[in-house]
């Protein structure tokens, strides 16, 4: 059994019934019967009381639990939460405030740096510059940290949401 | 006759220049970076070179590159597309050096326009208008006074030593004139210690309205009627659009002249765009002159019927031009998009990647010019515009209606793009009704956010998709005929139900 | 107000009409039968029913099926397309029964063009010029001879009974007439026991040039010139264009007006085409009329810049025509090429089958109108026409460079497609120098086969391509972590040397 | 070692070498250095002395050793003859003319069967008639037969190159 959480809601899911592209999925308590077919991977064609709805997805690389859904002018922001990810989601809590560590939103280039291990730095001072696509953004800490590790050094190409550098 | 052309570019407008150089019989060279090899430009030419690493700095800007390219494939001519070496005065001169004819005009030209300082002094000796303000300093308040008037209010007073605001006054009432000035001065001189203004008309609500020029070497000159450029963000143009919806036919005729004047007055050659600031009064002031194609181009082409880069190539070729100002005509209405790899809910930020699934708009009266193929990976160190939605239609609500319909239909994954915030803009009201200026993002902001007010039923189909997805990828590498037919990822996923304990 | 429509079609065509209802704001509804779950006209549909199995008859076909889903949906109106019921009188009766609109013109406007007698019989009323010839059979040989000098030389001595070539006489010099008379007679005689013969005016060279017509229901009739359509293969076009490379302004404002006159004699309602034959010398002939919307309609579309499924939505809404006859004129030159799923080079046997990798020609001047995706398999039951290729440029010959571009940019795997032997009629001196009857495909068979001329290092570096991928294919069970990452396969391929034994 | 053959010739085809995307391809007596990618499966993107090359294949999926391979304008059969293939074309020449069954080249739908197993027919009879999209085609047999097998029904979906009726 697995849960899902779509605008903030969470509800049980689960494919009740499945013959050929026919299936009834429960969310919540409510049942769906649906015609689903998938033309290309990552597209899904439904059939549902008549209509005729198409979604895409932008799934993050890093986190396969994550969906941007889209279909025609809408978007949702979906997680899967199966067993696994409760667990790390109960222990977030403990170790990780999702502040000890900088990193991007988007893949790019390691322009400057501009601190190093040690260094005390006080809130809203810039830390790194990155470059993408002709833009450089800079990174700067939230609050006053001491620098733990940097991780990258200048000229780097860096993944998005990848630790640059951490904080004591 | 020119039978090969070097493209000193990349992207989608490489490609355009390739499309009209196969139709006219010519060969294409391209010119790549390392991090482009597998980029539409270099599959799509006759011919390809490599000329360094992705850094821009380090390849598509190199001119001792580029013409040992041109060079060695024996290209007789040189098209620089926009951006990169477009509007270098050098390349041009090199090029001219080297016996290698460059698409683009003299380094004179390039010169003279690319300064902000004599392009003005130029156009104020054809008298094209140029936004009315001082041109030396001034120090003293009656000189100020007197120059306010000449002007007309409203006038921006500013710091000649300036910057970041300070030292600025927006004046629109006769009586706060004397005061503003020396607010104005007393500030400057606090800020820069220096009190010498600058006063210049301030345009309350002003519009990006440019026209297309075409010259030959031969000593004519037309225009293709005007763009309006309006619609920006962080004086990037966005969505542009012929005809302009505050034109009229009077103004169009005395712009258009000007335009070809300014052209005529550094005795242009090739195509080029003037740039006028428009008030709502169609007050027109020369702006600038882009010595080189604009990106948005095509519009023109769909409303005046011409290929602009073959125009472009034919001068360059030393032909006449084909038509008289009396041959050309507007017909019908265009609009253009610039469809960006970046994220409109996060700040705008680039976010490059790999297209996973691509459907591009197809039928009536849409054409896209793009570059980008369902498997490729958009390069980090380039612009981040992936392709131009451009519709034409009979009249401008139904180009409107068109270009919902292109936005909706064109369908990609793997990276996010500006298509939902370009939708909101089609039907912001300030955009159908044809009234807006450059404040036009800045002040529809919050209504250019994609919806977020969706029904329970909507949200649970939604939900669902996500979950059949995740489902499949999960059983994924279980999976081993797949590769050769993605129809059957559903069907297969069906088959592996009980494995995966649905 | 027509608020939905329901389609009844599939394919390129239902798409078409889609894509307008989308710009109208008008909902879409689709049908389908068991071999098209996946076909993207019900993707791209607001609404999908399925109306049976495979076979046509037994669902798209099925007046009583779409008529259901119609009332079951809310639809206020069908559209046909062109195809299955686009000229079915019932269906237009029984929509009118109903209460549903039905998109094209009345029960008695079908059934009076439909019926080759009835038609040439109305259009001999109005005056609009039908092919010479008897309509009451002969049999006596100084009538023959009479007839025959009326008409004038040459004319096809026709067997009333006959069929097959069987009687059939071709009569050009006067002095065969009576010799030719007697021996069609005695071979009719012959053959069929019957020895009455009719006569008809022998056209030589026949072109084949249709004039597309709007009428709404208030008495307004336009043309919106003409198509030429002569390329033929089996009867069925091939390429079409306009303008027409025979035309003359008068001769088009003649038949122009003819064909409105043609479709007032039945009280036309909607969108429909007249189609003439004409001779070298354009003289020109009622055919028949097609009481619907042609494949070929985009070029009409391109030329004068209206969309016709649009127009044929508002007529069917009640609405009076926007434009009158001389609002309307051509610009430029459009051509249309159809894209079937055939082998060229094995008697253009169809060719159905999976699309592996589909790459559409984009840019200036290009409309596709089709109905394809990678991952598509294309049903057999169908019709074997997957896309319709348009190009619009300013002159005839531009359009022809356009196409060929097109054509070479339109990259399809998995199937065989006629795209190399529509690029060999884009090369063919008749069609370029526009010198070509309905013969031409005929005339011009043994250059329009692909190239096989190639040279030593042109072979060669084709079998490596294939023998890479073989080699690919070879080691692809052993790859894990290609469906991700196609960009990799090569890569992979590369680090799987070893073990391939390369 | 593989042969391959293209417009009636044969060759040795081998590759030499490989470093990245540059690779070294020998084919009878010549020897080809490339820069080769496939930017989607199935399609290649070679640049040969400057040339900018592109190859699509239209493959038959009966047989993965035969090739259509297509190049702008022009267009190639092409067979690899692998070791497997070679001794299946060896072996032809003994119980298979080519000519002991009728199939078709495309896939499409039995519209009418005119034989049955033990009929003896004369050179150009129709035996069956086949439907592909709107069209029938009729099959003959070219020489005098007796009919062996009729190995499917009328109705049935075929695919192409299938044996639908075998003679004696």
Redesign the interface.
């Known amino acids: 059994m697995?849960e899902?959480s779509?605008?903030d809601?969470e509800?049980k899911?689960?494919?009740v019934k499945?013959e050929?592209?026919k299936?009834t999925?429960s969310?919540?308590d409510?049942l769906?019967d649906?015609d689903?077919?998938?033309?290309?991977?990552?597209?899904?064609s439904?059939l549902?009381k008549g209509k005729s709805?198409?979604?895409?997805?932008?799934?993050k690389?890093k986190d396969?639990?994550q969906?941007?859904?889209?279909?025609?002018?809408?978007?949702?922001e979906?997680e899967?939460i199966d067993a696994q990810r409760r667990y790390r989601k109960n222990r977030a809590g403990d170790d990780d405030d999702g502040g000890n560590f900088i990193s991007t939103?988007?893949?790019?280039?390691v322009v400057k740096l501009l601190v190093k291990p040690g260094d005390e730095v006080t809130a809203g001072t810039t830390v790194i510059i990155i470059s993408?696509?002709?833009?450089e953004?800079e990174y700067k800490v939230l609050a006053d940290r001491v620098i733990k590790e940097v991780l990258v050094s200048e000229g780097d190409?860096i993944d998005g949401d990848q630790p640059l550098i951490t904080f004591e | 006759m020119i039978k090969k052309i070097l493209i000193a570019n990349r992207g989608e407008i490489a490609?355009?220049v390739m499309?009209?150089c196969?139709?006219?019989?010519i060969k294409s060279?391209?010119v790549y970076s390392e991090a482009d090899?597998?980029s539409l430009h270099?599959?799509?030419?006759?011919?390809?070179?490599l000329i360094g690493p992705a850094p821009s700095a380090e390849s598509y800007l190199v001119i001792d590159k580029i013409l040992q390219v041109a060079k060695?494939?024996g290209a007789d001519a040189i098209h620089p597309g926009y951006g990169f070496l477009s509007e270098n005065a050098e390349l041009s001169d090199r090029c001219k050096k080297e016996g290698i004819i460059f698409i683009g005009p003299s380094s004179y030209a390039i010169n003279t326009m690319g300064d902000k300082i004599t392009a003005r002094q130029t156009m104020q000796k054809v008298n094209v208008p140029v936004v009315p303000g001082t041109t030396e300093p001034i120090i003293d308040v009656e000189d100020a006074v007197k120059v306010i008037k000449e002007i007309g209010l409203p006038v921006m007073i500013k710091a000649s030593a300036g910057g970041g605001g300070k030292g600025m006054r927006l004046v629109r009432r006769e009586e706060d004139i004397i005061s503003s000035v020396n607010a104005a001065r007393s500030e400057a001189k606090a800020s820069f210690a220096n009190d010498a203004v600058y006063i210049e008309k301030y345009i309350d609500s002003p519009h990006h309205i440019e026209f297309q020029i075409l010259c030959d070497n031969h000593g004519n000159g037309v225009h293709l009627f005007e763009r309006e450029c309006s619609v920006q963000r962080r004086h990037q143009k966005v969505v542009e659009e012929t005809p302009s919806p505050l034109m009229t036919p009077e103004v169009r005729m005395e712009m258009g002249k000007h335009a070809v004047m300014a052209a005529m007055a550094v005795n242009y050659s090739g195509a080029g765009t003037i740039e006028f600031i428009v008030d709502d009064n169609l007050n027109y002031y020369f702006l600038e002159m882009n010595t080189r194609l604009q990106v948005e181009h095509?519009i023109t082409?769909e409303v005046v019927?011409?290929?602009l880069v073959?125009e472009q190539i034919r001068i360059a070729n030393g032909e006449k031009l084909r038509f008289k100002q009396e041959d050309l005509s507007q017909?019908?209405h265009a609009i253009e998009v610039r469809v960006y790899?970046e994220?409109p809910e996060?700040n705008f930020?680039?976010?490059?990647?790999?297209i996973?699934?691509l459907?591009?708009p197809?039928?009536?009266?849409?054409?896209?010019?793009?570059y980008i193929?369902?498997?490729?990976?958009i390069p980090?160190?380039?612009?981040?515009m992936i392709s131009k939605m451009i519709v034409w239609?009979?009249n401008r609500e139904?180009a409107i209606?068109?270009m919902?319909?292109a936005l909706?239909?064109y369908?990609?994954?793997?990276?996010?793009t500006s298509i939902?915030f370009l939708?909101k803009v089609m039907e912001a009201p300030d955009f159908v009704n044809g009234k807006y200026s450059t404040h036009f993002i800045e002040k529809n902001m919050d209504i250019l956010h994609?919806?977020?007010n969706?029904s329970?039923e909507?949200?649970?189909?939604?939900?669902?998709?996500?979950?059949?997805?995740?489902?499949?990828?999960q059983g994924?590498?279980g999976r081993?005929t797949?590769?050769s037919e993605?129809?059957n990822?559903?069907k297969e996923?069906?088959r592996r139900?009980g494995v995966l304990r649905?």
């Open positions: 697995f899902i779509i605008n809601n509800y899911i689960e494919i499945r050929g592209n299936v999925v969310i919540g409510r769906y649906l689903v077919i998938e033309p290309k991977p990552g597209v899904y439904f549902y709805l198409e979604y895409n997805f932008f799934s690389e396969k639990n969906y941007e859904v889209v279909s025609g002018d809408k978007y949702w979906v899967i939103p988007m893949p790019g280039q993408a696509m002709k833009m953004s190409n | 490609i355009r499309r009209s196969r139709e006219m019989g060279v391209a090899r597998d270099v599959r799509y030419a006759d011919e390809a070179y060695e494939s095509p082409e019927g011409v290929d073959a017909k019908g790899a994220d996060n930020m680039p976010n490059p990647g790999k996973k699934y459907s591009e197809l039928g009536p009266g849409i054409r896209h010019d793009g193929y369902s498997g490729y990976e980090m160190h380039y612009d981040p239609a009979d139904d209606k068109r919902r319909r909706s239909a369908k990609l994954s793997g990276i996010k939902p939708k994609p919806d977020t969706t329970e909507e949200n649970d189909l939604a939900a669902i998709a996500a979950f059949l997805d995740f489902m499949n990828q994924k590498a081993s797949i590769e993605p129809r990822y559903w996923f069906g139900k649905l």
